[in-house]
């Protein structure tokens, strides 16, 4: 071989070797950072330098992983000198194509399909406000789903500018307006303000986004009246309030009532008054009552079962719906419980014509008679014999294909799906911005933070992306120094 194709021979074998220590160290970095965001940790840390004895989560976790694997190490120790992917703008751009992936799957199990939108705002620690959004759809299983789709961080919370920072985020993905047939907000003025609150911005617009006003805000305001009615419940939250004012201002006195329990609760074991147990007698913290703080009344409630059946009745039904589940929809005329006892064909007919773009006149007659087919035909299916919940019957239906014979029928399911009944979800997604935002971490940018609250919320979707296709879309971003 002559002197050149050696040199050419080493300058190859040279390359190659780059690409492979490129690639593991790649690959190492996004597992770490895989880990950090699954338990929404920070990845900083205060020094970061060589000599620091705690160089953060991210680094720390790294050199852990060198220490354990002498793969990672030999190619930490190979890479070459200009190699950054340990860099702060290096991991933000992981992050970001790492939710991207995330979010990518959620709309492509959307597809096509009509769906509604929960929004709420709330402050973080760095007193911005941010406003959340989560989709409630029915995917192509049958199954009723609702994710975190984003944070948008508005200047000004009036209905207008929430109604652009929605529509905004939506195009990002391709989503628009018009295919939303359902919104779900608490019972802010901004949010169901008759004239120009956001839901009226949006029926404007698509007059078929019906608007639910969260079943659970709604619940709540009712238990509080009822606790008002009651001079003695009144009385004793008043005690209660109190007694928070008076205890939790003082370690001290939060000490001598701890201890006061503690020799009551030992008294009343020895006594075989209360018993002992995994769970039981375990201490409490004292919570201020509030009318809109879900179950700050609801314990004292409980007291009135009898003199307010139907109130439980609802309070009932609105804890199995926490996440809005199928089970919101009991009482539906396709219900198929009991083999469709409550089936009224007349109403459902009736529930068509109230989305008249997607039930024309001759797709109601036609619906009317899938209607009469469909019940005779689950009817006398096993498969159909012991569903719970309209949404057990949108999976069923897809299952046995039978949404394809009755495409109509499954339609109008789908639309009484999609309808959401309280706003847990979106809510759901400011206790998780605590915990990824905190006191700490409160320089956060409002892109990383959305992006953090992505892959932490949806875990699950993001358990399920491989590490090639992040690496694929971190690639993508802009141009790198390497590709394989």
């Known amino acids: 071989m002559r002197p050149k194709q050696h ?12 690409k492979k220590n490129y690639q593991i160290h790649l690959t190492a970095t996004i597992d770490c950072i895989r880990f950090l965001l699954r338990q929404g940790l920070a990845f900083r840390g205060n020094d970061e330098t060589d000599d620091s004895v705690n160089q ?24 070459r000198g200009n190699l950054k992917l340990i860099a702060p703008s290096i991991q933000k751009d ?9 979010t990518k799957v959620i709309v492509d199990d959307l597809g096509d399909e009509l769906f509604a939108v929960l929004v709420d705002e709330a402050r973080d620690i760095s007193i911005k406000e941010q406003m959340s959004v989560c989709l409630r759809y029915v995917n192509k299983e049958g199954q009723v789903r609702e994710h975190f789709l984003g944070l948008v961080h508005v200047s000004n919370t009036n209905a207008l500018s929430l109604k652009l920072a929605l529509e905004s985020l939506l195009e990002t993905y391709n989503l628009s307006l018009s295919r939303v047939c359902g919104q779900g907000y608490d019972g802010a003025s901004n949010m169901q303000g008759e004239f120009n609150g956001l839901k009226t911005l949006i029926l404007k617009e698509n007059s078929y986004a019906f608007y639910v006003h969260c079943f659970a805000h709604q619940l709540q305001l009712a238990l509080v009246t009822v606790a ?12 209660l309030t109190n007694l928070c004012n008076v205890v939790g201002a003082s370690c001290k006195r939060r000490d001598m009532l701890r201890d006061s329990q503690m020799t009551k609760t030992i008294e009343a074991l020895k006594s075989g008054e209360i018993s002992s147990g995994h769970g039981l007698n375990q201490e409490t913290a004292l919570k201020r009552a509030g009318d809109t703080r879900w179950g700050s009344h609801y314990e004292t409630i409980l007291r009135l079962i009898s003199l307010f059946p139907s109130v439980v009745n609802v309070l009932e039904y609105v804890e199995e719906d ?34 008249p773009l997607e039930f024309s006149s001759t797709q109601l007659l036609a619906l009317d008679s899938q209607l009469e087919n469909f019940i005779l035909d689950v009817r006398s299916d096993d498969h159909f014999s012991d569903l719970n919940g309209i949404g057990a019957l949108s999976q069923k239906l897809v299952e046995t294909r039978k949404n394809i014979v009755y495409p109509l029928v499954f339609l109008l399911l789908k639309l009484a799906l999609v309808l959401p009944v309280a706003t847990a979800s979106v809510e759901r997604t400011f206790s998780a911005m605590n915990i990824i935002k905190s006191r700490l971490r409160n320089r956060m940018g409002d892109e990383f933070l959305n992006d953090c609250l992505v892959t932490y919320i949806e875990r699950e979707t993001f358990d399920c992306i491989d590490n090639e296709k992040i690496i694929q879309s971190f690639q993508n971003m802009k141009p790198r120094r390497m590709e394989f």
């Open 322 to 355: 926490g996440n809005n589940s199928e089970q919101r929809a009991e009482a539906s005329c396709l219900n198929p419980r009991h083999s469709f006892f409550a089936f009224d064909k007349e109403k459902l007919i009736q529930l068509a014509q109230f989305y």
């Open 94 to 102: 992981i992050v970001r194509a790492a939710a991207s992936e995330t």
């Open 7 to 18: 040199i050419t021979a080493a300058i190859e074998k040279q390359s190659e070797q780059a």
């Open 56 to 79: 953060g989560n991210f680094l720390e976790l790294l050199n852990f992983l060198a220490q354990h694997n002498e793969e990672i190490d030999r190619a930490f120790k190979n890479a």
């Open 228 to 239: 008002k009615k009651q001079v003695e419940i009144a009385l004793l939250f008043n005690l």
